[in-house]
């Protein structure tokens, strides 16, 4: 079963304005955490924000924070101010359990445009 | 910050060579490092997870014996491409998590594969 889902194959902002970018997951581990990471054509994978499972605050990261609801397992990113060096895909992973050496599960992927 | 060594950036080769790729962690420890595989357009999907000092644990449908994993130190994991055919033509990329719960795992600028 899917455990990430990321439901948004391509999204198109306008330089400037705010996105979010949809992140659903599944897990009967109450201890987890959840990332997203920037992908730029280059291929590198570049963290952006962090939230675990037991944080109460939503995570935030300069542009980019993390609208996370528990009740929905839902963790979007939001990115505040789009700047065309945006432009890349951007996956959402999880973490289950509070093990540093935990594998992360990466959902598909959305492939951001930010237009001029 | 953690850094993660990958090298080669990119290889091209002939069908049925042995390529190797190694994954560094530049300023930390690393006791599991991880192996993925990306095609275009497509997520991230966990190969195997390297564990220093023993064997890597392999994801369903990864062939043991055509992706060879070695973790002989703390900061070295290497993934050998075993008589590579075009199939295997693909990006690879490695990732390392320090020793500190709930760090982001940190990834290597991958390696751009090509087998002729």
């Known amino acids: 079963a899917q455990k990430i889902t990321q439901t948004q194959p391509g999204m198109f902002v306008q330089e400037k304005e705010a996105v979010t970018l949809d992140c659903t997951y599944d897990?009967?581990?109450?201890?987890?955490?959840l990332f997203w990471y920037k992908q730029p054509s280059s291929g590198e994978m570049i963290f952006l924000i962090y939230?675990?499972?037991?944080?109460?605050q939503n995570a935030t990261e300069g542009r980019y924070s993390l609208n996370f609801q528990k009740a929905r397992k839902s963790a979007n990113l939001v990115i505040s101010a789009s700047q065309l060096g945006d432009s890349a895909m951007y996956f959402c992973?999880?973490?289950?359990?509070?093990?540093?050496?935990?594998?992360?599960?990466f959902g598909q992927g959305t492939e951001l445009s930010v237009k001029p | 910050g953690a850094v993660v060594s990958q090298h080669p950036s990119w290889v091209i080769c002939k069908s049925g060579t042995s390529v190797k790729i190694e994954c560094r962690s530049l300023?930390?420890?690393?006791?599991?490092m991880f192996w993925y595989r990306q095609f275009p357009k497509q997520s991230l999907m966990l190969m195997a997870t390297?564990?220093?000092?023993?064997?890597?644990?392999?994801e369903q449908g990864v062939e043991k014996d055509k992706f060879l994993i070695n973790h002989a130190s703390l900061t070295l994991s290497t993934l050998t491409v075993t008589s590579a055919h075009p199939e295997d033509s693909s990006f690879y990329i490695c990732?390392?998590?320090?020793?500190?719960?709930?760090?982001?795992?940190?990834f290597g600028d991958g390696t751009r594969l090509s087998i002729l």
């Open positions: 990732s390392a998590s320090p020793r500190t719960v709930n760090q982001p795992q940190h």
């Open positions: 897990t009967s581990d109450p201890s987890y955490g």
């Open positions: 939230q675990g499972s037991y944080d109460q």
């Open positions: 992973a999880m973490r289950e359990g509070n093990n540093q050496g935990g594998k992360l599960i």
């Open positions: 300023d930390f420890q690393a006791t599991t």
């Open positions: 390297s564990n220093e000092g023993s064997k890597a644990t392999y």
